[in-house]
């Protein structure tokens, strides 16, 4: 939040409606894993230029590919990789949640928290194997 | 359709279940083309039924993310001018993420 909230005044066609801030709430893992959904949303979206420049400079020259693959290949690129990785496991699982929640399912208050926290669990462990397997099988030098 | 939100709503989990799968066999394909030559990568990229499904990746990918950052900029950015800047960013980024990937195998994909 940029500015405080009783700042920003509501006047039609020039600002967005707000609703009522709640100025009492508690903290839960369904709020956070929808917060962290949000963000690593932005994350990947920024994410998708290392893919696209990828694929991008294999069409454009040799030369330019083994720019961006040195640089993604460099320790700076693997850390971004990662990170980037993590980003897409977390949006990927907790996404599935919302996909099922559509459907009516998992959506009772321990479910819907056991689930959260499962994809907190579980991206970090996706992101490792598939970080193992890319040095298993693609040849991580 | 009703209106530009219910659009909104069933593009966007439209494009996350066909992405559920693509973002599967793209991990995939990451990990065994991580040391790709210049060459490798190309024949990769070429072969019929990767460059189909890497097009659906860089079709659906922009619009969802389109859709996604609009939500953030309307929750949190009040201002107009503002909200109409950052907008028109959202949409330039993510109409240059999918023209620079579906052309790019396109590009491969003709001229290997």
Known sequence: ?141 | MASAATKHFIRQRFTAMVQVPLTIFLVIAIITHADASFEEMRAWVAKPWVAALLVAWFLSVPLHMSIGIGDVIDDYLHKQGMRSLTTLLNSGYAFAIGLAGVFSVIAITLIH
């Open chain 1, 1 to 141: 939040m940029s500015e405080s909230v009783s700042q920003v005044r509501f006047v039609p066609g020039e600002t967005a409606p707000m609703s009522p801030h709640l100025q009492v709430w508690k903290f839960t893992v369904t709020m956070a894993a929808s917060i962290t959904h949000r963000a690593t949303g932005v994350a990947n979206a920024v994410g998708m230029l290392a893919l696209t420049a990828w694929i991008g400079s294999a069409a454009l020259s040799e030369a330019a590919f083994n720019t961006v693959s040195g640089f993604l290949g460099s320790g700076l690129g693997r850390f971004i990789l990662f990170g980037f990785t993590l980003s897409v496991m977390f949006h990927l699982v907790n996404g599935l949640r919302y996909l099922f929640a559509d459907a009516g399912i998992g959506m009772g208050k321990d479910q819907a928290a056991k689930t959260a926290w499962a994809a907190y669990l579980l991206s970090p462990v996706l992101s490792v194997i598939i970080f193992w397997a890319a040095y298993a099988l693609g040849g991580g030098q």
